[in-house]
């Protein structure tokens, strides 16, 4: 699993695998979801990470998750 935060953008990308993305759908406005051909999830896409609450940074300072 690979973690990467863009913190100029506040985008959260959790890539599970390195299989090809066949399909993919959106959870909410800010949650995108995308399935290799074997329905298994590949990666998320999280908009707003911070901002929504979904990453707890107390820091003040933006952090790249690697």
């Not at 993305?21 to 959106?26: A, L, N, Q």
């Not at 406005?29 to 979904?54: C, E, F, H, P, R």
């Amino acid at each position: 699993m690979k973690t990467l935060y863009y913190p100029e953008d506040d985008i959260l990308e959790l890539i599970f695998n390195d299989k090809e993305i066949t399909r993919e759908t959106s959870q909410d406005w800010n949650v995108n979801v995308s399935y290799a051909a074997d329905n298994s999830i590949v990666q998320m896409v999280i908009l707003d990470a911070v901002t929504s609450g979904l990453i707890p940074f107390h820091s003040g300072q933006p952090k790249i998750a690697a």
